[in-house]
């Protein structure tokens, strides 16, 4: 599954992702990729590939402002909380999306807890070259490719983005959180 994500990213020229409880794929650590591995092959009994899994998702990184690629991301602020692998994997992450912050290629916003939203937060996403939607959940991974439907993930990303902050103000929400893991 992590493969067929890279293969995607790989191909994808404008990336656009959601994720409200969890760091983004895309722009997890090593460790924290294997923390969140392990949750989902625990969940769901699946074999344990945790290894090449994280190798996988991982390297989706690379691909962020290469050769023009564009990539923004929203994270809920949940996501800098949610703690996975204990306080050093967080801390390790929480340094990573301070890196992260000064990619080129990269537009890195944080929805506050408190921000005004003007749309129901819902779940996460992530929008490939305005032409596809992959949705992930307790159900399973969702593939969207419907016009109409897709509409709908743009506009969300759409009434997201205004509550979310970047730059400096994303980089202090991210320095306070870590200041306190």
Same mark, same amino acid.
């Given at each position: 599954?992590?493969?067929?994500? &890279?293969?995607?990213?790989?191909?994808?020229?404008?990336?656009?992702?959601?994720?409200?409880?969890?760091?983004?794929?895309?722009?997890?650590?090593?460790?924290?990729?294997?923390?969140?591995?392990?949750?989902?092959?625990?969940?769901? !009994?699946?074999?344990?590939? /945790?290894?090449?899994?994280?190798?996988? @998702?991982?390297?989706? *990184? @690379?691909?962020? !402002?290469?050769?023009?690629?564009?990539?923004?991301?929203?994270?809920?602020?949940?996501?800098?909380?949610?703690?996975?692998?204990?306080?050093?994997?967080?801390?390790?992450?929480? @340094?990573?999306?301070?890196?992260?912050?000064?990619?080129?290629?990269?537009?890195?916003? /944080?929805?506050?807890? @408190?921000?005004? &939203?003007?749309?129901?937060?819902? !779940?996460?996403?992530? /929008?490939?070259?305005?032409?596809?939607?992959?949705? %992930?959940?307790?159900?399973?991974? %969702?593939?969207?490719?419907?016009?109409?439907?897709?509409?709908?993930?743009?506009?969300?990303? !759409?009434?997201?983005?205004?509550?979310?902050?970047?730059?400096?103000? *994303?980089?202090?929400?991210?320095? *306070?959180?870590?200041?306190?893991?």
């Amino acid at each position: 599954m992590q493969q067929g994500f &890279l293969d995607l990213v790989r191909t994808t020229r404008a990336y656009v992702g959601y994720s409200p409880e969890l760091v983004s794929g895309v722009l997890q650590t090593p460790a924290y990729a294997a923390a969140v591995l392990r949750l989902v092959v625990d969940f769901y !009994g699946i074999p344990d590939d /945790i290894e090449a899994g994280v190798a996988a @998702r991982t390297a989706r *990184a @690379r691909y962020i !402002g290469q050769e023009g690629r564009t990539f923004h991301i929203l994270l809920g602020e949940q996501a800098l909380h949610t703690r996975l692998g204990g306080p050093e994997v967080m801390r390790d992450q929480l @340094r990573r999306l301070l890196d992260a912050t000064d990619l080129p290629g990269l537009s890195l916003g /944080i929805v506050p807890a @408190r921000a005004r &939203l003007l749309v129901h937060p819902g !779940g996460g996403f992530s /929008i490939f070259d305005d032409s596809r939607v992959e949705v %992930e959940g307790y159900r399973g991974g %969702e593939t969207i490719t419907d016009h109409e439907r897709l509409a709908l993930f743009r506009k969300a990303f !759409g009434l997201l983005q205004p509550s979310a902050v970047y730059g400096q103000a *994303a980089r202090d929400l991210i320095d *306070a959180v870590l200041a306190t893991t």
